[in-house]
């Protein structure tokens, strides 16, 4: 059965440096999806991607956030100089009806 | 905007006891809703979901939800609980599947099944 995958499973990085989270969705879904959880909280809305552009962004989504789809076969969320707040397990997800979703990536900011 | 609600951070039910957790929504339009089940460590796996028809709405590993807009609600249920069923519960809602279809989730249910 088709699954979502994302790499690397867990990230620890140093505040104010780049990270790149990869996603590769299920392989004829169309639209792709990054939500994020806090430790202890509820899963929340990044961002969704469509058609090579973004179709709908949170306010959490600011502009050290951005995301890409270089080559087809995956989906990125880079954090441009992350943030103490940053610290998050990150879900990727994609759909052709319903999202599915990857097992997550980690991230520590320390 | 769009919300849920799962009144319950903890529901304990006893094996092969029947198992309910509740989720109510709010959402502009007809709702899209959904049921996601996270074990610990793990990603969230699509257990099923309500889009027309049928308000009774049968899932994966003998789960089934009952949408009801009246109440405007969509309580997750099962028959006969299984230890191995003891897991996070997410309800989610979304306005349909035009433009970015966003889901809102709950806050989660706990779900403790004990021997």
């Known amino acids: 059965e088709p699954e979502v995958t994302q790499t690397p499973s867990h990230q620890v990085t140093q505040m104010g440096q780049e990270v790149i989270l990869r996603c590769v969705p299920i392989?004829?879904?169309?639209?792709f999806y990054w939500y994020r959880q806090i430790l202890g909280q509820k899963v929340e809305f990044l961002v969704s991607?469509?058609?090579?552009?973004?179709?709908?962004k949170s306010e959490i989504f600011d502009d050290q956030f951005s995301v890409e789809r270089p080559d087809g076969s995956n989906f990125t969320l880079k954090i441009r100089s992350t943030k103490l707040e940053d610290s998050a397990m990150y879900f990727c997800?994609?759909?052709?009806?319903?999202?599915?979703f990857g097992p997550g990536t980690r991230l520590l900011v320390l | 905007a769009q919300s849920v609600a799962q009144p319950e951070d903890q529901v304990n039910v006893a094996e092969g006891n029947p198992l309910t957790v509740k989720c109510t929504y709010s959402?502009?339009?007809?709702?899209?809703l959904f049921w996601y089940v996270q074990y610990p460590n793990r990603g969230l796996q699509f257990l099923l979901k309500?889009?027309?028809?049928?308000?009774l709405v049968k899932g994966s590993y003998g789960f089934e939800a009952e949408f009801n807009k009246s109440q405007t609600s969509f309580h997750l249920k099962k028959p006969s609980a299984l230890v191995s069923d003891s897991a996070l519960y997410f309800c989610?809602?979304?306005?349909?599947?035009?433009?970015?279809?966003?889901?809102?989730f709950g806050t989660g249910t706990q779900l403790k099944v004990e021997l």
């Open positions: 392989s004829n879904h169309l639209y």
């Open positions: 997800a994609s759909r052709l009806e319903t999202q599915y």
């Open positions: 991607f469509y058609n090579n552009e973004i179709s709908e």
């Open positions: 309500y889009i027309t028809g049928d308000n």
């Open positions: 989610a809602v979304s306005r349909g599947t035009g433009g970015g279809n966003k889901l809102t």
């Open positions: 959402v502009s339009g007809n709702p899209y």
